[in-house]
């Protein structure tokens, strides 16, 4: 999902408790604004520097990530963010 993001961390989930979905952590050296005029400039500009952020495997085919998260500022809570996600559910392995 993020051109130029390096993968840190990898890992797998049951979405409804059956179905195997992927999910990794990406670090990235931005985090993108909105671009609304009407939001605040802390979240209407781009900023530059260090973000991590989930992206989620689809349900239906293995290896294709469908949706991320919002940029957040360290990979330990990228790590607990994700799990929140999943209800716990997050087997990690090796990063890849």
């Known amino acids: 999902m993020f051109e130029n993001a390096e993968v840190v961390k990898v890992g797998t989930f ?5 179905v195997i979905c992927d999910i990794r952590i990406v670090k990235h050296n931005g985090r993108y604004g909105t671009g609304d005029p009407f939001d605040e400039p ?8 260090e973000f991590y952020y989930i992206e989620f495997g689809s349900t ?6 469908v949706s991320g998260s ?3 500022p360290s990979l330990e809570a ?4 994700a ?4 209800g716990g559910r997050v087997t990690w392995q090796r990063k890849t």
């Open 42 to 49: 802390k979240f209407r500009e781009d900023i530059e520097g």
């Open 60 to 65: 239906v085919e293995r290896g294709k990530f």
């Open 78 to 81: 990228a790590v607990r963010e």
């Open 14 to 18: 049951l979405y409804d408790g059956t």
């Open 70 to 72: 919002q940029a957040l």
């Open 83 to 86: 799990e929140d996600a999943t």
